[in-house]
Structures are given as structure tokens and as C-alpha cells.
């Protein structure tokens, strides 16, 4: 179904709307949309489906956009549309597919409008916040995660809380399921972060450490940051550093593994989940409720 709506009136543009569609994804936003439905009386509702392919329509969009903003090669092991074809036709396929799912949310109604619109202005608002550094006296944990929760929080809440309104849920499973969806959806990128530093690329199919070789802050690395500790003084001159050289990239990443930072790290993702979970109390002990506490869980504690 998703594949039908990277079709256009051109063969050109219908190549390059299904180029990262094509390459697969975990499909986790359409799956707690399909999930969280499961809470109302009717989870095989038509509307149910169609919410499931706005929010991965406008996932996959926003990637065609990250992709052109961080420069990159490499999406799910294939070449992003940037690098295939180039950055013009990266943006404005990522445009065209927005307005793919703005065409199916308007099928949804004028509630589902709304939403999505607070939802893509919060998406973006969290892409631009990326690009600047915090604030003077801004906490830099604080801003990384409130951009954490703009780019990715924000979407997959709109999941959690789209199943469960075209799902016939109440209005306080809907509540708490769009906060739900907002705490796991921010842990499913934290859990990224430890990942870029604590996998082995034989298990998890990632390359340790990419996001640190690129400067791009994460979680464990802004909380070594924190840190006063003297004895950690070489791995924040590492970090403050030119981590593209190979030699000084193995370096820092061997000292973030032993660091508290990544046992901190965890722990924080792991009482998001707790928090998240807690927020399931309005729903009545069953399959659905249990399935929903493990998809958190899995988000938390994921290898790959």
C-alpha cells in the first residue's frame, strides 16, 4: 500500500519517491499506530490503515531532508537520492511525499489535519534546533533533548495517538497514549545514541561510532561531558577534537565504552521506558497492554 503512494504521473519522480521506501526500515511508526488501535473497539477500522501510511510517508519524507542536511551517502545500506541523483531532487521528492501524506490525512478529516500540522511543525522546528548550538546557559543535554523530541518524539506520539482515535479509543487512552508515544519515540533515538558507541558493527550491522567521528552530540558523549572528573580529562580533549582520524576515533570511542556516561546513559533510556509504561495504567491488563509495555522494552534495550 505505501508503495502506490510513491507513484507519480512520472516515471522519474515515481523512481525517486520509492528509492528509500524500497530499502526497507524497521516500519516502527505504521506498527504503533496498528498497535495502539488495538486499544479502541475497532482496530480494523479503514481510517486505522491509512493513518499507519501518513505517519511512515511523512518518516520517509523527512529523511530525504536529513539525508541533504548531514551530507550523506548511505541510507539502510543503499545510496540516499542525494547521492544518486542529487540535493534538488532530494528535497523537493521529500516534498513531493509530504504531500503524499498531507493528501491522506485530509481523507482522515479536519482533526487529522491538525494534528499532522502541529506535528510536521514540530518535526521541523526540531531539524532546525539541530543546526545550532544551545543557547548561553542553555543546558546542552536539555537542548539535544528537546530536539530528540521535535524530530522524533513528536511523530511517533502522533502514531500512538492516531491508532488510538480512529481505533475508537477514549479520550483518556488517547491522552495517554500520544505522551506514551512522545516518551518512546525520544528512548528510540537515545537507545540509537548508546548504540553508535557500545555495538559491534558484526552484530548490529552499524558502524561504531559514526555519529561520534562526525561530531554530532549524543547522549552518553554529552553526559562525559558533564563530567569533573580529572581523570577524564584525555576524553574531552578527544572530543573537542578531530575525531576523523582513525587512530584518535578508536581512542575516544574505547574510553566512552568504559565511561559512566554509557551506564548513565542507559539507565536514563530505561526510566523513560518505566515512564512510558506507567502511563499504560489506563488500560486494562490484557494482550494489548503487554504488547505495549514490551514494544518499550524493545525500544530501550534494542542491539540493533
Excluded at 20 to 44: I, N, Q, S, W
Excluded at 93 to 109: P, V, Y
Excluded at 135 to 144: I, N, R, S, T
Amino acid at each position: 500500500m505505501l508503495e502506490r503512494y510513491c507513484h507519480s504521473r512520472t516515471d522519474y519522480v515515481s523512481r525517486a519517491a520509492a528509492h528509500l521506501m524500497a530499502a526497507g526500515g524497521k516500519r516502527f511508526r505504521p506498527l504503533l499506530v496498528l498497535l495502539a488501535a488495538e486499544t479502541g473497539p475497532d482496530p480494523d477500522a479503514d481510517e486505522v490503515l491509512t493513518a499507519a501510511c501518513v505517519v511512515e510517508l511523512t518518516h520517509v519524507a523527512s529523511l530525504y531532508h536529513d539525508d541533504v542536511m548531514d551530507e550523506a551517502d548511505l541510507r539502510r545500506g543503499a545510496d540516499t537520492a542525494n547521492a544518486r541523483w542529487d540535493n534538488h531532487v532530494a528535497i523537493l521528492t521529500g516534498d513531493f511525499l509530504f504531500g503524499r501524506s498531507s493528501e491522506l490525512t485530509a481523507d482522515l478529516g479536519p482533526e487529522a489535519v491538525r494534528i499532522q500540522a502541529l506535528t510536521f511543525q514540530r518535526l521541523v522546528e526540531g531539524q532546525i534546533l539541530e543546526t545550532v548550538e544551545p543557547a548561553a546557559g542553555e543546558d546542552p543535554l536539555a537542548h539535544y533533548l528537546e530536539v530528540v523530541a521535535g524530530k522524533t518524539g513528536s511523530l511517533i506520539a502522533t502514531s500512538a495517538e492516531y491508532g488510538a482515535m480512529f481505533g475508537g479509543a477514549t479520550a483518556e487512552v488517547r491522552a495517554a497514549l500520544k505522551q506514551y508515544g512522545e516518551i518512546v519515540g525520544s528512548a528510540f533515538q537515545l537507545s540509537d545514541d548508546i548504540l553508535d558507541i557500545a555495538s559491534e558493527s558484526s552484530t548490529s550491522g552499524k558502524t561504531p561510532g559514526t555519529d561520534l567521528r562526525e561530531g554530532v552530540p549524543t547522549l552518553p558523549v554529552l553526559m562525559a561531558r558533564a563530567s569533573t572528573d580529572p581523570g577524564d580529562a584525555r576524553l574531552l580533549e578527544l572530543l573537542d577534537g578531530d575525531l576523523t582520524d582513525d587512530d584518535l576515533h578508536a581512542e575516544a570511542l574505547e574510553l566512552l565504552r568504559k565511561h559512566s556516561a554509557m551506564d548513565e546513559a542507559r539507565s536514563y533510556v530505561l526510566a523513560q521506558s518505566d515512564a512510558a509504561k506507567a502511563l499504560l495504567a489506563v488500560l486494562q491488563p490484557g494482550s494489548v497492554r503487554a504488547a505495549l509495555e514490551a514494544f518499550a522494552d524493545i525500544v530501550a534495550t534494542r542491539s540493533a
